[in-house]
């Protein structure tokens, strides 16, 4: 009975250091440690639902050369560590904590696409990634429901970035965003904290805004064909492979959008009689693409606009008065009209000055007289196509009721311009 026991107690001893050489095992210890979070391991439900998104996305990323995401694991996305790209803050009255910034730029990230990921973070209000390579398609901000206010200082290049919450009051943004662009963006607004946080102030002139920067990402397909019901105010999407039409839902961002950057993609279509509806646009730039068509009447409620950049591309007709009249004056707010390789063949009178002047640049078109332009049998080519685009005398300009009173022109660097100034790889 005695051996029996002895037995039966090795047996034991046996199994226990078994077990216990189990539980030691890095391979286990590794599987509790990475157990996924919950929705009670967070805050608020919404930083649980926003780390579900990034989870999502970070699947989808096949290419990751400096290892950011390798931080986007756990539940403290708000951390100063981990999650890096990722901010935080409390938005409107609730003073929830939710992500609301994320700054992407210059990691060259590679996923086939952001569409289900910025569109499903539903406080987010600004969005900047230049230089990854995101695929297919550009995201809509329409069900984003928070606003910021940006300006730009123009001696150091540091746009100041606060926020509001429409009619639900104001908000603060907590800590400063640096991006590697040289820009500092201080989500901050809050006088009471005014003693406490760095980069507090009132922004004079600042409008509420949305935005999406998306420059050198290699996106492909065409944009929404309700661009326009995003409410984005800053829009970037410059040195992409972006095709087909710009939509002419892109009127309905008349209130809204500051600056519209689509240079160098592969645009094409008429250029659209409701860029001309976009009275508050300072800059529009969709230079070095496949537009074509008639400068539409529209253009001549541009009242606000300061840089206008239509070069290289397919556009034909006459360089009408009442845009180089945008210029005219010491009220004209236009600073820079590029019109540069095209295909116009004459230009009014007004714009004659604005040539001299360097404001208007017309070379490489097919203007009788003027120097620097096409050779006479490549503007015969291309006149003689068939043109399917409305004449300009086609449709007759009523600007909206809206359009803003014309200030002093005030000349500025591009770097300035919040969406120029994102041009940096």
Known sequence: MANNLVLTLSHCLVLL?????ILASPALKGHYISREPQLLDFPNERLYRAYLVIQRFK??????????????????????????????????????????????????LRAPTVEGFIDQLPDLAFFHAASNNFGIGVPLLAGLTYLYKLSVVANDIQPQVSGSAGAQGTFTAGRCLQATINLKFHFDTDPKKKSKRKGWGAIPG????????????????QLPSNLGFSKVSYLALA?????????????????????????????????????????????????????????????????????????????????????????AGPAGRLANLTLSSNYFTSVAPSCLRLIKDGVLNVKNNCIPGLANQRRPAECASFLS??????????????????????????????SSYVTYATLHK
């Open 17 to 21: 250091s078994y077990v216990a050489a």
């Open 239 to 327: 040195n992409n492979k972006l095709t087909g039409p710009i939509p002419s839902s892109i009127s309905h961002l008349q209130d809204s959008l500051q600056e519209m950057l689509l240079l160098n993609n592969r645009l094409s279509g008429c250029l659209p009689h409701e860029l001309g509806m976009l009275t508050n646009a300072v800059v529009l730039d969709a230079g070095m693409n496949q537009l074509t068509g008639p400068i539409p009447p529209s253009f001549s409620c541009l009242t606000s606009v300061e840089q206008l950049n239509l070069g290289s591309n397919r556009l034909y007709g006459e360089i009408p008065d009442s845009l180089c009249k945008l210029a």
């Open 206 to 221: 600042a409008t509420d805004s949305k935005v999406l920067l998306l420059n050198y990402n290699d996106l492909s397909g």
């Open 385 to 414: 196509q068939p043109k399917t685009c409305p004449a300009a005398t086609a449709v007759h300009a009523v600007c909206p009721a809206s359009a803003p009173a014309p200030a002093d022109r005030v000349v500025k660097d591009y």
């Open 59 to 108: 699947g989808t990323i096949t290419s990751d050369p400096k290892n950011i995401t390798s931080t986007w694991s756990g539940h403290d996305i708000c951390s100063e560590t981990a999650y890096l790209g990722f901010y935080c803050d409390t938005p409107g009255q609730a003073k929830i904590l939710t992500v609301t910034a994320v700054v992407l730029n210059g990691y060259g």
